[in-house]
């Protein structure tokens, strides 16, 4: 499974020609799970809420350089590396993250 970003120990990779809808794969320790790159939801598996707060930061920063992976991995073509979330900023304080329909999310902070 390639793999096109890590940071902060997350692992992020997009499978060759891998099935419908457009989604990236996300590894971290145990957790494992698999996020759709146009709604952001979580297809499968399962991340702890601060962690899929972090990947849905990263992922709004890089949505068109994940669908641009997701075509080049369809068509078997060599992907290309997406920057690394350098720094929570955002998102720090997250303690539940649940997606919405239409593209939203519902984020509760702890302060």
């Known amino acids: 499974m ?11 990779s997009i499978n060759y020609r891998d099935h419908p809808p457009p989604h990236f794969h ?4 145990e ?6 790159i146009e709604s952001l ?21 890089h949505r068109q350089e994940l669908l641009d992976d ?11 590396a997406i920057e690394p979330l350098e720094q929570i900023t955002m998102l720090r304080d997250v303690i539940f993250v649940k997606p919405l329909a239409e593209q939203r999310l519902h984020i509760r902070f702890d302060n």
Do not use: H, N
Not at 26 to 29: A, E, F, I, L, W
Not at 41 to 61: Q, Y
């Open 2 to 12: 390639p793999e096109i970003s890590r940071f902060f120990g997350v692992i992020i």
């Open 26 to 29: 996300v590894r971290y320790g």
């Open 31 to 36: 957790q494992r799970a698999l996020i759709s």
């Open 41 to 61: 939801s979580l297809l499968e598996g399962s991340l702890s809420p601060r962690l899929f707060g972090m990947v849905i930061e990263w992922a709004l920063l």
């Open 70 to 80: 997701w075509e080049l991995a369809r068509k078997q073509q060599p992907l290309r």
